[in-house]
C-alpha cells in the first residue's frame, strides 16, 4: 500500500490509482521517444545514444531492486505488527483465564481473612 497521509482505505487507494495513471502517462511518452531514438540510432548507436540505452537498463534494474526492498521492509513491519497484536489479544486472553481461576480461592481466602479476622486479636489469640 502507498504511503498516505490518509489511514481511510478508500483515499488510500485513490492516491495509489492516481500515481499508478500518472506512471503510465509519463511511460507512454517516454516510450515512443526511446524507441525512435533507437531506431533512428541504428546498430551503431552514439556515445551519447549508448548512455541512454544503458541508463534505460540501469533505471528498470535499480526501480525493481527498490520495489523488492519496499515490499520486504513492509512485510516485516506488518509482521511485526501482526505478531505484537497476537501477543497482546493472547496475553489478555490468559489474563481472563488466570483471573476465573484464582477468583474462587481469592473470594474464599478474602472471606475467610475477614471472618477470622473478627475472631483472633492481636498476634493470632483467639478472644473467648
Keep these: 500500500m502507498p504511503r498516505t497521509n490518509s489511514s481511510h482505505p478508500v483515499l488510500a487507494w485513490s492516491e495509489f490509482a492516481r500515481k499508478q495513471s500518472e506512471m503510465l502517462l509519463a511511460a507512454g511518452q517516454v516510450i515512443p521517444i526511446r524507441l525512435a531514438r533507437m ?3 541504428g546498430p551503431q ?3 551519447r545514444d549508448r548512455r541512454e540505452f544503458s541508463r534505460m537498463g540501469n533505471e528498470k534494474v535499480h ?3 527498490q520495489s ?3 515490499v520486504a521492509v513492509k512485510m516485516q513491519l506488518m509482521q511485526l505488527q501482526w505478531w505484537s497484536q497476537a501477543w497482546q489479544h ?6 481472563a483465564l488466570a483471573g476465573a481461576a484464582q477468583a474462587p480461592f481469592h473470594a474464599g ?3 475467610n481473612a ?3 479476622g473478627r475472631v483472633t ?3 493470632g489469640a483467639a478472644r473467648r
Design 68 to 70: 523488492m526492498l519496499g
Design 109 to 111: 481466602a478474602t472471606a
Design 121 to 123: 486479636g492481636r498476634g
Design 90 to 95: 493472547w496475553m489478555r486472553a490468559a489474563t
Design 45 to 47: 548507436p552514439s556515445r
Design 39 to 41: 531506431a533512428v540510432a
Design 63 to 65: 526501480a525493481g531492486v
Design 114 to 116: 475477614r471472618r477470622l
